[in-house]
């Protein structure tokens, strides 16, 4: 007889961040894993985890709103169902449960890490193979200082961890983000391919103005300029600078992915688990933009071990023409699991055992989980 689910659990974990993380729109110092455990009849557990960013100020699902819709709507919904047909699952979600890709994107993981265990065999695999098992890695410079961003990328360029930088830019004026950006890049940018995100802080003539600067400094990848509604500007700037534009909290869906491009636009799509609603729906949208000859971009919602290693299976079965942005648990001061990735030149390894191929620790879990 095939295995049903019995049970989901959730936990709420906090982590502390090595140091403050600055974004247009909040201000990190600890990110909130919300982590699910899905127990099936054949004794198999599958994990999985869900991110978001500073509450409620990036998207629309917070951490206690991920666990109350697990815990709420889809677990009912799951429980008694056969554990192995991922795509009857999502289905199933997705005609009884509008929106809350966040918490899909857990249990769409903890499925996929449960029947590859079953099975024997990598999430990679079930995905349909990877490409390739060591995927580069660029590091977020987001001090708020650009003093010390610049000493932080001198650091990791001397130890060879990373070559390339995402600067934050959007929460201060024009003028200063300019500066910030352009001090970076005379200081690494002969070493190291500097990119800027936005995070949706122009309005649609500054980001004009901006990226024609930004393109003048050398910078390669401009990341979502305008607003995630302001799709004709995207598209006007991604057929008008010289750099690439990403477009990241303009696309979740491949219906987002198909408008976009039917619209015009030539830049690239930042892929990101949760925000498509797990490793395996993700990739919809990777095709879309695969089909209009657009690039991909492995996208992080600066998730911990777990989600990380659930985005890096989808994203190792896929040509990345910009590389991934999967350092989330290096920003994290501690883990919770007991074999964290391994993170060298510029890039990391997929874990090649059999489902995510990570284990909890749970004294860690233990010690981070917020008690209600
Ligand atoms: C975003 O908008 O890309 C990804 C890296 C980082 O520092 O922030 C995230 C969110
Ligand atoms: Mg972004």
Known sequence: MSATIEQLDTVIVDLPTIRPHKLSMTTMGCQTLVILRLTRSDGIVGIGEATTIGGLSYGVESPEAIKSAIDTYLA??????????VNALVALMNKCVRGNTFAKSAIETALLDAQGKALGLPISSLLGGALTTKLPVLWTLASGDTSKDIAEGEKLLAEGRHNAFKLKIG?????????????IVDALGDRASIRVDVNQAWDTSTAVRGCAELDAMGIDLIEQPVAAQNREALVHLSQHCRAAILADEAVASSDDGFDIARRGFI?????????????????????????????????????????TVASLHAWSTLPLQWGTEMFGPLLLKDDIVENPLHFSNSSVELPQTPGLGVTIDEDKLNYYRRKE
């Open 267 to 307: 830049g690239a799509y930042a892929l990101k688990i949760a925000k498509s609603g797990g490793p395996a729906s993700v990739l919809r949208l990777a095709h879309v933009a695969q089909a209009a000859g657009i690039g991909l971009y492995g996208g992080t919602m600066l998730e911990g071990t777990v989600g």
């Open 76 to 85: 009912p919904l799951l429980i008694g169902q056969a554990a192995g047909n």
């Open 171 to 183: 929460a201060r004026d024009y003028h200063t983000d300019m500066q910030h950006t352009r001090a």
